[in-house]
C-alpha cells in the first residue's frame, strides 16, 4: 500500500519482487483478494492507487457547508467587512470572526459563503477546535477529491494529502470553525497559500497576520426578528413579551434562538410563560431547546466547553469571571478584580486569569475607561447552581459570592479628589447589584454599604444614601454591637442623611442617641461626640428650634481646640447660622466675622468653603441692612483669584447670590464684575459636563447692566 514519505509527498507507483517465502508481489493494478501465510487475513485491494495532489483537479459537488442560513438576520456590516476582505482575487486572504460563544461566529460565516458572491470554489467548513478535528475535516476534502484515497487507512496521511492540494490549487475557500488556538492552524495556513481563510474562533488573540471582526450582541430589532421568525416557524401565534424575552437573554443569538425553538414545539407556552419559566427554573432552561436543536448547540453546553478549556490553562479565571456575575454587566472598574483576590492570588495570576478570559470573550475591557464588562447571561448563568457542571457548583458560586463581598478592599479611602470620586461613582452600580436586598451576611459587606453611604451624603446623595446606610446599621448592630465605634459612626452618618433629606424627627432622635453613646464611651469633650453634637445643634437650629441648638454649638465651639482649618471655621459658621436664625443678628455677625477670619488665615481667600463663609456673612449684613458691609465682603471677593480654586457648582452659587446682594445695596458695578466671572465659570463648567444653566446666570448679567444703567 502506497502512503506518504517522511518528507510529506505522495510516492510515484512503484514495481515490487516478491521476495521470501509465501510472498506475493503486485506489478499492477489488480482487484480481488490477495492473501498469503498461515493465518493471513484478506485484504479488498481497489482498482488504481491515489492520484497525486497536483493532478486532481477540481469537479461539481465538492462544497460544504452544514449549517443553514435561511434564518440568518442583520450583521450588515459585518457581511460587507467579509465582501470588501475575502472576495478580491489574486491574493491570499485571513480572516477571522471572534467573540463570546453562541454570538453567531459561525452562523455568520455560514451565511456569507453560502450567499455571497465570493467566487470561491469550493468552499469546505472544517471544524478546527481541535487538531484531531482539523486532521478529520482534511481528510474528508481530500477523500472527496481522489476516492481512492478512502483505502488508505492513515488519517493523518489522508489529510496530509488534502494539504498539498491546497498548496498546489488556488480559489478555493476554507472555513476553520471554533479554532480557539492560532496554533493548530498556523501550518496549514503557512503550507496552503493558494486560496482564502475564513476563521470562527471565541479567542481574540493570536491572529496577528489576520484581519479580524469582533462580533458582538444582536441590536433589539434584530434580536426580535430572528426570535419571531423561528418561533412562528410552525405556525402564526402571540408573541407578546418576545421583546422582554430578547431583552432579558441580553440579545444573544444562540439564546434568542433556543427560546424561540422552545416556544416553537410548545405552543400553548407564551413568551411571558417562557420568561417566567426562565427566570424561576435558570439550571434547566440553559440546556432546552427543541429537538432539532442538538445538546451541543445549547449554551449550556458551549459554555461548559469554553469553561473547560480556560480552566485548564488557569484554574483561578473561574473564580475570577464567578466573582464578576455578581456584579452589574457593564463597567466594572479595574481595581476590582485585585482587590477581591488580594492575599488569595499574586497579581500576574490575576493578570493573566483576565487576558485569558478576554481572549476567549467571557469578558470584554473598555481601555478608555479602564473597565471590564460580563454579558448579562453569562452571569446569570455563573451564578446559577447545576451540580452537573463542574464549574457552577453551588460550593463554587457561593465562594465567588464570598470574593465579590471582598469590594471593600477596592474602595479609595477618600472621596475628596477627583480619582477617587471617579472610582466611587464607578463602584455605586456594583454595589447596589451585588447587594440589593439580600441579607447581609457579615460586617464586611455592612463596611461596604456603609462607606458608599458616607460618599453619598458627600455628594449630596442623602436619599440615596439612606438607603444604604438604613441597612449597614442593621448590619453593624447584628454583627457588631451598639457601642461599638464603627455602629456609632454610622449611626451618625445615617442621621446625617436623614438630616440632608429635612427629615430633622428622624435626624435628631438618631443624633440625640449617637451623641449619649459617645458622652460615655468617648467623654463630653471627645472630637466624635462634637462633630455629632454640632450636627445636632444645626438640626435643632434648622427645623425652628434655634434655642436649643445654640447652646450645644456654643460648647463645641468652646470645646474644639483640636479643630484646626475648614472644620475650626465650619464650626463657628454653624453657630453663627444658629444666632441668625435666632434673629440675634448681633452675635450672627460677631461668629461669622470670626469664621471668616479663620478661614481666610488657614484655607486662603479663594477656598470654596471660604466662599460659603463670605456668602452666609452678606446675608447677615442684609438683615441688618448693612449695604456698605455687604459691599465690603463682595470688594474682598473681588480681589481673590477664583482661577486658584476649583469651582464647584455650589460656590458658583454663592458668587452669585453676593453678586445680587451687591446690586441690591447699589454696588452694580461691583455686581457685574462678579457676575462676569460667574457667567465664565458657569460656561466651563457646562463643558465639563455639569448640568449649569449658563442663561440663567446670563440673564442675571444682563438685569443687573440695564439696573446700573437706570
Known sequence: MSKFSENGEFPARQVTEAAGQQSVAVGSDVTGVVQTGDGSQAFLVQSGAPRTPDCVDIRPGLNHIPMRTGLFVGRAE?????????????????????????????????HWAANHNHACYPVRWIAADTLADIEVGLAELATDLEPALAAIPSRATQAQWAVQWLATHTGWLLILDNADSSADIEPLLARASGGKFLITSRSAVGWREAATIALDVLDEDEALELFNRIATSAGPRHLVGAAEVCAELGYLPLAIEQSAAYLAQNPLITPLEYLDLFRNYPGAMYGAGAEDIQEERTIARIWRLTLDKIAARQPIAGDVLRALAWYSTDAIPDVVPAALFAGASEPPEVNSALGLLAAYSMISIDTQSRTYSVHRLVQA??????DDDPHRTAQLIDRARDFATHLHLALPETSRDAQARQTWDAL?????????????????EAYVLFSAGDYLIDIGESRKAIKYLERALAGCLEFLSAGNPQTLTC???????????????????????????????LGEAGKETLVTLSNLGCAYSESGEPEKGIPLLRFVVEHGDSYRGEDAMTIRRNLSRAYQNANDLDSARSLGEEALAVGVENLGLNHPEVIRTQHDLVHIYQDMGDHQAVLRVVRIVLGGDHEKSTVTPDMLDSLHCMALASSNAGGHAEAAQLLERVVAHAIELSGNEEEIDVEYYRRSLAQNTYRGSD
Open 78 to 110: 459585518q457581511l460587507a467587512r467579509l465582501d470588501s476582505a475575502l472576495s478580491k482575487a489574486g491574493q491570499t486572504v485571513v480572516h477571522a470572526v471572534h467573540g463570546l460563544g453562541g454570538i453567531g461566529k459561525s452562523t455568520l460565516a455560514a
Open 381 to 386: 448563568f455563573l451564578r446559577t447552581p447545576d
Open 428 to 444: 455605586i452600580p456594583h454595589i447596589d447589584h451585588l447587594f440589593g436586598q439580600s441579607e447581609l451576611r457579615d460586617f464586611g
Open 491 to 521: 449611626s451618625h452618618n445615617l442621621a446625617t442623611a436623614y438630616h440632608g433629606v429635612g427629615d430633622y424627627e428622624r435626624a435628631i432622635q438618631l443624633y440625640e442617641l449617637t451623641a449619649e453613646a459617645r458622652r460615655l464611651a
